[in-house]
């Protein structure tokens, strides 16, 4: 198999897993605006995710000098890590399902900035311990606190753009008040809507797959603080599966090497994707129409889309743990800071904070600027695994 040695290695791994788990959810998002139900999204998804596992473990798993590879792994008996490889699958699975509802409530930026602050705080605290200190604590923790900051940005920013889209939409008191002929008329007198303006939220509402307008952003902010819990749970579970810190293996076995764990974990997080998205096909949730597998599989309009976004994802986690392996997974949450990445797209594919205030402005690049920092540091404590 493959082995990261190199301190290097390990945060070039870094760096292109912040890119891409950065931009799938973008994609994902994409998806939605233009109307896609998210069941039929993340069932294309989960296909396509599992398949790049599988393309790492028959790849890298396999070639190289270091024993033993993947498919040797497959029948040694180590089931206890791969409960915990598993685990991990689970709640990644969960968190993931999750943020794709929460993006619809209070956006991608601002879900992003909150679900990778809780994975950061708790996850980054949690594979500090189990690595045994690996990672430099003076520099590690001072990258967790600017986390902290960022995620009080982050919530400041949702406030005070939630405030300027109010303001933008008072001319109109509801999507269903609003008459269509009226609206009709606005689309002929200016055109399309632009960004960041009433007219452009309002046909985004009509558009989208799950409505919002009139819901609780406390519904969004609840949905994407659970995510955060999952996700703050997936990297400790994979650290686990791959360095048995709580030496459940038997005496003589080898602990599992990453690309067997994450098979493991890709296998067991798609089979919960699966399973939970076929029943919210028929049992909706949040309003969202009912469909049928039969749909799913006549709707091909943003399906190419939806399984890069599932490759994308795929090799990302599969980087950050190669990352993580080498130079310590509490360095390896550094791929957390996906705001970098998730905000530029906000705001390139979708509008995000056109037109808003100089306060929303300022609030913005202050947790931009945070996450810059962050990343800089942790990347800074990786260590190195002996």
Known sequence: MYMIESKGGAITCMLLALLFLGTWPAIMTLTERRGRL???TYLDYTITNLLAAVIIAFTLGQI???RPNFITQLSQDNW???MFAMAGGIVLSLGNLATQYAWAFVGLSVTEVITSS?????????NYFLDDRINRAEILFPGVACFLIAVCFGSAVHKSNAADNKSKLQDFKSLETASSSQIETDRLAKGKAKEG???FLIELEKQRAIKVFGKSTIIGLAITFFAGICFSLFSPAFNLATNDQWHTLKHGVPKLN???AFFYFSISAFVVGLILNIGFLYWPVL????SSFKAYLNDWNGRGWSLLAGFLCG?????QFMGGQAAGYAAADAVQALPLVSTFWGILLFGEYRRSSRRTYALLISMLFMFIVAVAVLMASSGHRK
Do not use: E, K, W
């Open 38 to 40: 998210p069941q039929h």
């Open 64 to 66: 190289g000098p270091g």
């Open 80 to 82: 206890q890590s791969v």
């Open 118 to 126: 809780i994975t950061v705080v708790i996850g980054t605290t949690l």
């Open 197 to 199: 303006t009433a007219d």
């Open 258 to 260: 990453v690309y067997t």
């Open 287 to 290: 309003g969202l129409p009912r």
């Open 315 to 319: 090799f990302g986690n599969g980087l």
